[in-house]
C-alpha cells in the first residue's frame, strides 16, 4: 500500500498547486519519496498554505525547480515499484482528486489511472470507526461536523503531533514545525500501523507507546 501525502499552495483542488510529494510504501516503509517542484503560473497560492510550510510564494514558484507535471511523472514512476496500488491517507480523497485534476490538466490522467488506480483507504474514517468502538459515539464538533483531524488521530494513537496548526481563522495557533508531506505520510502510516495493526511501525515512534485500547482485536 501507498501512503500519501501533498503539500499545496492552497486547498482549493482547481486553482491551487502541488509543490510537494510524499510517500512510503507500508509493507516496505525504507521505499520512500519525497520530491519538490515549481507550480505552474496561473496557479493560485493561499496565505494559510504558506504558514504551515513555512514557505513564500517566490519559494513556491522557483524556475530552478523541476515542473509540477514532473513532479506527478516521477511520482507515477516511484508508484509502479510499489507491490501494492491501494492509497492510504488523511482526507486522502483531497490528495487524491488534486493529482487527478492536474494530471487530467497535463493529459496523463490514463496513465495516472494505471498506475495508480482508483482505490483509497481514508485513516479519518478508520479512525471515526476506530474512536466508536473504544468511546460508543463519533467524534463531531460543536457544529456537528466531523471531528477527526489528523491531530486527533495522532492523539487517539498515543503519538504527539509537534506541527504547526492554524485555528479557524487560518491564525497559528501552535509553533511547531513546518509541514513536511513525507513527515505527514510517515506519522499516516504510523498511525494506520497502530490503528489496524496495534504495532509500532517506525522506530523513531517506538517511545510513544500504544494505548491498549488500540492493542485489542
Known amino acids: 500500500m501507498i501512503v500519501l501525502d501533498m503539500?499545496?499552495?492552497?486547498?482549493?483542488?482547481?486553482?491551487?498547486?502541488i509543490w510537494q510529494i510524499g510517500a512510503i510504501e507500508l509493507e516496505n516503509p525504507e521505499n520512500q519519496f519525497l520530491e519538490e517542484a515549481r507550480i505552474d503560473d496561473e496557479d493560485q497560492v493561499e496565505e494559510g498554505a504558506l504558514k504551515?510550510?513555512?514557505?513564500?510564494?517566490?519559494?513556491?514558484?522557483?524556475k530552478n525547480k523541476q515542473s509540477q507535471k514532473q513532479l506527478i511523472l516521477n511520482f507515477m514512476e516511484w508508484a509502479k515499484?510499489?507491490?501494492?496500488?491501494?492509497?492510504?491517507?488523511?482526507n486522502v480523497g483531497w490528495?487524491?482528486?488534486?493529482?487527478?485534476?492536474?494530471c487530467c490538466k497535463y493529459n496523463v490522467v490514463t496513465e495516472f489511472m494505471e498506475v495508480v488506480g482508483h482505490n483509497v483507504i481514508d485513516t479519518y474514517s478508520v479512525a471515526q470507526i476506530k474512536y466508536l468502538k473504544i468511546?460508543?459515539?463519533?467524534?463531531?464538533?460543536?457544529?456537528?461536523?466531523g471531528k477527526m483531524g489528523l491531530k486527533r488521530v495522532l492523539k487517539l494513537c498515543g503519538l504527539k503531533d509537534n506541527r504547526m496548526?492554524?485555528?479557524?481563522?487560518?491564525?497559528?495557533d501552535n509553533e511547531g514545525t513546518p509541514h513536511n508531506a513525507l513527515e505527514d505520510a510517515k506519522l499516516t502510516a504510523e498511525c494506520f500501523s497502530r490503528l489496524i495493526y496495534g504495532k509500532n511501525l517506525f522506530p523513531e515512534y517506538a517511545e510513544y507507546e500504544i494505548p491498549e485500547e488500540l492493542k485489542k482485536e
Not at 7 to 17: F, I, N, Q, V
Not at 52 to 62: Q, S
Not at 95 to 102: A, C, G, L, T, V
Not at 165 to 172: F, R, S
Open 135 to 145: 468511546n460508543g459515539n463519533f467524534a463531531f464538533k460543536e457544529n456537528g461536523l
Open 7 to 17: 503539500e499545496s499552495s492552497g486547498l482549493d483542488t482547481g486553482k491551487c498547486g
Open 165 to 172: 496548526h492554524l485555528n479557524d481563522k487560518e491564525e497559528v
Open 52 to 62: 504551515v510550510t513555512g514557505k513564500t510564494e517566490e519559494e513556491l514558484r522557483d
Open 81 to 90: 515499484t510499489c507491490k501494492t496500488k491501494l492509497i492510504v491517507g488523511h
Open 95 to 102: 490528495d487524491f482528486f488534486f493529482m487527478r485534476n492536474k
